[in-house]
């Protein structure tokens, strides 16, 4: 025997989740994205499919002309103005790259008899 909640739970979610791939399918097609594929996204994936469309829609319709931050520059903060603009250059005369990749520069030492002995002891 089927309850009619249990009809409830199954058909109203099932029923919304139809409308909204409906309603996509409609939209998407107006704007001139890809009815089918959208609707088929958003009626597979029931709540990240519409956040997914909503997001590419929204990416839809950007219009350079109205972007507010499109004329000003990026602000750097004084205390980095002395770095260099390229983060994989390396700093003069320490051997070890901005990016903290020191193992070159410890096989380099070690290859020159500069690094110290790892035993602890000092033979």
């Given at each position: 025997?089927?309850?009619?909640?249990?009809?409830?739970?199954?058909?109203?979610p099932?029923?919304?989740?139809?409308?909204?791939a409906?309603f996509?399918h409609?939209?998407?097609?107006?704007i001139?994205?890809?009815?089918?594929?959208?609707?088929?996204?958003?009626?597979?994936?029931?709540?990240?499919?519409?956040?997914?469309?909503?997001?590419a829609?929204?990416?839809?319709?950007?219009?350079?002309?109205?972007?507010?931050?499109?004329?000003?520059?990026?602000?750097?903060?004084p205390?980095?103005?002395?770095?260099?603009?390229?983060p994989?250059?390396?700093?003069?005369g320490?051997?070890?790259?901005?990016?903290?990749?020191?193992?070159?520069?410890?096989?380099?030492?070690?290859?020159?008899?500069?690094a110290?002995?790892?035993d602890?002891?000092?033979?």
């Amino acid at each position: 025997m089927v309850t009619p909640l249990l009809v409830f739970l199954i058909a109203v979610p099932i029923g919304i989740q139809l409308l909204l791939a409906a309603f996509v399918h409609y939209d998407a097609g107006d704007i001139g994205m890809n009815a089918r594929k959208w609707a088929a996204i958003v009626g597979g994936i029931p709540i990240a499919g519409l956040a997914i469309y909503l997001l590419a829609r929204s990416e839809h319709f950007y219009d350079p002309a109205d972007d507010p931050f499109r004329e000003q520059t990026h602000e750097i903060h004084p205390s980095r103005r002395d770095e260099p603009a390229d983060p994989a250059a390396t700093q003069s005369g320490s051997g070890r790259r901005s990016d903290g990749d020191a193992t070159a520069s410890m096989a380099r030492q070690a290859d020159n008899g500069d690094a110290a002995s790892d035993d602890g002891g000092g033979s």
